[in-house]
């Protein structure tokens, strides 16, 4: 299987590199970055073995397809698209956190509300809630982004201003960005038979000082959707709710006794289940944009990358 698991590539200008769980971004001149979706697969916090063919093209052609339909309301990084797997932008200081929100008692916050927590992030969640039923109001849960691969942590609107991750003017505008991006991606679902049940947004700052959205948005590594139809009947039933998302591969891994934790052997992703991982996120991408997903020429992806890359940079 064709896959792109890593890069080494050395741009013209290239200041550095940063290898993160699924892509590389490549600082061109401290102006730009190039960042490359790989097809690594993420789970738990731990990358699996092998890669997953187009998931990167996948995740890197929805985040680009998102980023068009919300620059609108919220400015975002990104310049240009040379390359099915490759986004071109604006070089930005990140956040250290991670803007979470949530609309259902789905994942995370399901798993922490079967436990008994009716607390997340400093956040109530009220009594009386099941499994992949819809808060009154979407919640705010902030993760701390973690560095070298470990684990991103919960944590409160509360401590984020007392520890100065975010000054309290920038996290205003960070909550302001995450609903207005929550609420229009809603719509967006709603209109292709799906619920945004959860998602998360990265933002950072350019040299001006102005806060842009960055990274990916809207995608099944970031984002957990529903099928809207059905969703009621099956809520009223008790039963599991059709989704889109990469919760089916960490549903599987548990199943295979895997969830990240010390000591725990991650199962074997056989061909046969790889190629149902990468069927799955070509189902995930038409049934979210709404298009035919059109399959890139996989027979030397780096090759085919560095040329598109170079191309696009000679001509900056």
């Keep these: ?45 731990v990358v699996m073995p092998k890669g997953i063919p187009y998931k990167g093209q996948i995740l890197n052609q929805i985040a680009t397809k998102f980023m068009e339909l919300t620059q609108d309301i919220v400015p975002n990084w990104l310049i240009a698209t040379p390359d099915p797997n490759v986004a071109i932008g604006h070089l930005c200081e990140p956040f250290k956190v991670e803007m979470v929100i949530r609309g259902y008692v789905s994942g995370h916050a399901a798993r922490e509300y079967a436990i008994g927590k009716r607390t997340l992030c400093g956040v109530t969640m009220p009594e009386g809630l099941k499994e992949n039923d819809q808060f009154p109001t979407p919640i705010i849960t902030p993760s701390t982004k973690a560095d070298n691969g470990e684990h991103d942590e919960d944590i409160s609107r509360e401590d984020i201003l007392t520890k100065g991750i975010v000054s309290e003017e920038d996290y205003l505008v960070l909550e302001k960005y995450t609903r207005a991006l929550f609420q229009r991606g809603t719509e967006i ?43 009621q009947e099956r809520q009223n039933n008790g039963d599991e709710q059709k989704q889109l998302s990469k919760e089916f591969v960490r549903r599987w891994l548990i199943e295979n006794g895997f969830q990240g934790k010390e000591g725990q052997a991650i199962p074997n992703m056989t061909d046969a289940y790889i190629q149902t991982v990468s069927d799955r996120y070509i189902e995930l991408f038409e049934n979210i944009i709404g298009e035919d997903f059109i399959k890139a020429d996989i027979s030397d992806i780096n090759s085919r990358i560095e040329k598109n890359v170079l191309d696009y940079l000679s001509k900056k």
Excluded: C, W
Aim: a negative charge; hydrophobic letters at 35%; glycine letters at 6%.
């Design 189 to 231: 679902a709603a209109s292709r038979g799906l619920i945004l049940v959860d998602t998360k947004y990265e933002f950072g700052k350019t040299k001006e000082g102005k806060i842009v959205l960055i990274d990916e948005i809207h995608t099944p590594d970031s984002s957990r959707y529903f099928y809207a139809e059905g969703y």
């Design 1 to 45: 299987m064709n896959t792109i698991t890593t890069t080494n590539f050395n741009f013209p200008n290239q200041k550095s590199v940063y290898h993160g769980k699924v892509r590389e971004v490549y600082n061109i001149n401290n102006e730009l970055l190039v960042m490359v979706v790989t097809d690594r697969l993420s789970a738990f916090d």
